[in-house]
């Protein structure tokens, strides 16, 4: 008897049907959605993802890894960085990227946030 993953993420928002709207448009993400390869099914509730690793790992109070103000960031497993950083680009969506994010054991990253402001990390893991 375990847990056997994340079963959702819930956060407030200033208008949650805007923001509901935003993560659709520009990610793919959110209810009624699936990921490519994921064997699932459209779902008015759910948003169908593929398996694979997650990171659960609370920070200290005082890191500067994301915001102070904030108490969370997403951080979104993607199969190609650079395809979607050129889609967000085109929509006018800031993107930051740095050097020493990206790593040829873990991966590389790059940073965008949502209309409310809040940091969304997307990572793509290393082959």
């Not at 509901?20 to 459209?42: F, K, M, Q, T």
């Not at 915001?67 to 050129?86: C, H, S």
């Not at 790059?110 to 082959?127: F, K, S, T, V, Y």
Request: aromatic share 12%; with cysteine.
């Amino acid at each position: 008897m375990g847990v056997l993953g994340m079963g959702g993420l819930f956060f407030r928002a200033q208008d949650p049907d805007a923001l509901n709207a935003w993560y659709r448009e520009h990610l793919g993400i959110g209810a009624g959605c699936v990921a490519e390869d994921s064997g699932g099914e459209p779902n008015e509730w759910v948003w169908q993802t593929l398996g694979g690793p997650m990171v659960f790992a609370p920070f200290k109070a005082t890191t500067d890894y994301f915001a102070a103000d904030k108490q969370f960031m997403i951080n979104l497993r993607v199969r190609d960085l650079e395809g979607m950083l050129e889609q967000l680009n085109a929509a006018g969506i800031a993107v930051l990227t740095k050097p020493e994010w990206d790593s040829p054991e873990v991966g590389k990253f790059a940073r965008i946030h949502d209309p409310e402001g809040n940091a969304i990390e997307l990572w793509e893991p290393a082959a």
